[in-house]
């Protein structure tokens, strides 16, 4: 498959034998293991409640016993052993990974599942009142949340007891969909530059009727429509304050988007990132399509990528269950042309060969 560039970062690097011991881009090594923690932020309190973040965390194993089915009623995800052991001796390298709106840690696993069946951890983190059921307008109209999530549950993940000894902490990564790919610009350095004047604009997909009535069918027009009139000046201060994390080695973003436009990403916010970054988008998730080619063009060392064709954002997503095909085959069902398998493992290859170029070289 062609595949156009907007603007190309070469990086050169070494495909060290530490990755190649642990992967192989044609077959699947290790079984998967998974585990899973709840970590919780208390300085970040809404409504009298501290912020909850799940992390799932998937990981190789050698452990074939036990195999465990997720059963999930829209997606396909495949079998995992809970609590498995990791491979011995081994310290490996981790992916952070974030959701997109309204998302959960299932709907794109089958990023996390190419991974960790060749040699890597990811994390990923389930933003909280960001993620079906439960959606908090208060909490999801303001984004900037998401990094910060990001670094906090890293933080958490580097100290966890059973976890710590076999990661790589030269060699952190992070990934993302959607909300989640706009995230990782965020932790690469990237600032929003938030006004008054453009929030309105900026937030025009809250507002919409159908959004309204999927996500928040539970809250009063009234209050919805008051939302933007609530900003103070600290949650200004807060928008545009730098989420950078020097900690992760690189960023991919699958389809990054924050709304139809991303009026809060300028030029100027957008030359402050100094990670490696790679952004990928189908040709025909509109909308997003057309903010890859700015983002590439003014982020410092980013690729920027459109994969041709009749690729939707919803291409992105697992694959569907039958049952999701039938009650939900807006998000998983795609255009006869495009095969959505194949689309995951192309992405997912060029994260590996783009993470293998910025891997430290601890031999």
């Given amino acids: ?22 992967a192989s881009n044609n077959q699947s090594l290790f079984s998967l293991g998974l585990r899973e923690y709840v970590y919780v932020d208390e300085s970040r309190v809404f409504d009298n409640q501290s912020r909850k973040l799940e992390v799932t965390v998937w990981y190789p194993t050698s452990d074939i016993t036990s195999a ?30 974030s959701h997109g709106f309204s998302g959960n840690q299932w709907q794109n696993c089958w990023f996390a599942e190419f991974f960790a069946a060749r040699g890597f951890i990811v994390a990923a983190v389930r933003h909280y009142g960001n993620s079906m059921p439960l959606m908090i307008p208060e909490i999801c109209i303001r ?78 027009n009234e209050k919805m429509d008051s939302l933007l009139d ?26 990054p988007a924050i709304d139809d436009q991303n009026v809060m990403f300028t030029k100027q916010g957008l ?10 988008v189908g040709e025909s998730d509109e909308g997003t399509t057309e903010q890859i080619p700015f983002f590439a063009a003014h982020i410092p060392q980013c690729i920027g990528i459109i994969i041709p064709g009749h690729v ?27 095969d959505r398998s194949k689309i995951h493992e192309e992405t997912a290859l060029r994260a590996l060969d783009f993470f293998s170029m910025h891997l430290n070289n601890n031999l």
């Avoid at 498959?1 to 011991?21: K, P």
């Avoid at 928008?239 to 960023?251: G, L, P, T």
């Avoid at 939900?328 to 069902?333: A, G, L, S």
Wanted: aromatic share 14%; proline share 4%; hydrophobic share 40%.
């Fill in 1 to 22: 498959m062609l595949y156009h560039a907007t603007r190309v970062y070469v990086f050169l690097g070494l495909l060290f034998m530490t990755l190649m011991n642990f």
């Fill in 68 to 97: 465990e089915v997720i059963n999930n009623d829209i997606w396909k995800v495949k079998n995992v052993v809970r609590n498995a052991s990791f491979p011995a001796n081994t310290n490996l390298p981790l992916i952070m990974f």
């Fill in 143 to 220: 984004s900037w949340n998401r990094p910060q999530d990001m670094s906090f549950a890293l933080d958490h993940i580097l100290a966890q007891p059973d976890l710590k000894n076999y990661i790589d902490q030269d060699n952190i990564f992070a990934a993302g969909f959607s909300q989640g790919g706009a995230t990782c610009m965020w932790l690469a350095g990237v600032q929003a530059e938030l006004t008054p004047e453009n929030i309105k604009e900026q937030f025009t997909m809250m507002n919409a009727p159908d959004l309204r009535s999927k996500f928040f069918s539970n809250v009063s």
């Fill in 230 to 255: 609530e900003f103070t000046a600290q949650d200004f201060q807060e928008a545009n304050r730098s989420y950078y994390d020097s900690r992760f080695k690189a960023v991919f973003g699958i389809a």
């Fill in 271 to 280: 030359a402050k990132a100094t990670t490696p970054a790679y952004l990928i």
């Fill in 312 to 338: 939707t954002h919803w291409t992105m997503l697992n694959e569907g269950t039958e049952k999701g095909k039938k009650e939900r085959p807006y998000i998983t069902i795609d255009h006869e042309s495009v």
